[in-house]
């Protein structure tokens, strides 16, 4: 998807006021492993950086040193660099799509006095995510894990240096072993993946992802995707009866909205996907606690 000069992420990613290209991206696993990278410039896949912030956060050091979960800017590059992903020259990180948006708002703040609102519903490319189940061996040494990664280039015409809800810990992008969670816009829907993972999958793993979209820093404040897994994962914790995973998450989602309203924000817009997994007999459970 960062390929794609359609989206806002990597090679289609939005400009800067300045006209420059700077990325967000993270991901996590299962396991609470996490990495990301923001405001990260001439690096045409953002998120392989995070993904190997990620992997070097696991290794140990024989000095005992904490390696970081995220590195921006400058830093960001040179780590990129060094670990030999492919680097390219700034201008060659600016699409003609990406460009030309610039361009006709860069001339319209310029006429307005610097007083016209730039936000992601004016119809700009959008942040992008991906969540991932993955699996090996059978039976008792079946092994489950789950990702969720997201990466954008921010607002168009953020200001340099801007780091958005894409690179944050808890904000963008949220994973956990036990329970899976998918929204998306102002209209959202849940599903549950029980019935496309039933066949030959582990009964007891489950995965939370979620990876929303929209204004950053609302996001950020919130620590959205958390808040939306943590929602799902009451639902199957101790004294969860009478907890449904659809009325858990509307709730989160209304929090979030009013939040917004109460600071004075006139868009809240955010949009996730959620992933539940559910072994057979909890599904029948779950659904008979809602109709008892």
């Known amino acids: 998807m960062e390929d794609d000069e359609g989206l806002n992420a990597g090679l289609g990613s939005n400009l800067t006021f300045k006209g420059t290209v700077e990325c967000d991206s993270a991901i996590m696993n299962g396991s609470g492993d996490f990495g990301a990278v923001g405001a990260l410039s001439g690096v045409r896949n953002p998120i392989s ?5 990620l992997k070097r956060s696991t290794e140990p050091s024989a000095i005992g040193r904490v390696y970081p979960m995220m590195l921006v800017s400058a830093g960001a590059h040179a780590f990129a660099e060094k670990e030999g992903h492919a680097v390219a020259p700034p201008d060659e990180m600016i699409c003609e799509r990406a460009q030309k948006e610039w361009e006709y708002w860069r001339a319209r703040m310029a006429e307005a006095d610097s007083n016209v609102q730039v936000t992601q519903s004016d119809g700009l490319a959008d942040t992008v995510g991906a969540v991932v189940l993955c699996w090996d061996g059978e039976g008792d040494q079946r092994r489950v894990d ?4 997201v990466s954008s280039g921010g607002i168009l015409l953020k200001p340099s240096g801007r780091i958005g809800e894409a690179a944050i810990f808890g904000a963008g992008c949220w994973a956990s072993r036990r329970v899976a969670v998918s929204v998306s816009g ?3 829907t849940t599903r549950s993946f029980d019935s496309a993972i039933r066949a030959g999958r582990p009964a007891e793993a489950l995965g939370v992802w979620s990876f929303p979209i929209g204004t950053g820093e609302q996001i950020v404040r919130a620590a959205l995707a958390r808040t939306l897994g943590e929602a799902v994962e009451r639902c199957y914790g101790a ?10 998450i509307e709730r989160a989602m209304t929090d979030f909205r009013e939040a917004c309203i109460a600071r004075g924000d006139s868009e809240a817009n955010a949009g996730a996907i959620v992933l539940v997994l559910e072994d057979e007999d909890e599904d029948k459970e779950q659904e008979s606690g809602r109709r008892s």
């Open 239 to 248: 004294g969860a009866d009478g907890l449904d995973t659809h009325e858990e």
């Open 186 to 188: 102002e209209l959202y």
């Open 49 to 53: 950086v995070a993904r190997r912030i």
């Open 146 to 149: 789950v990702a969720a990664g």
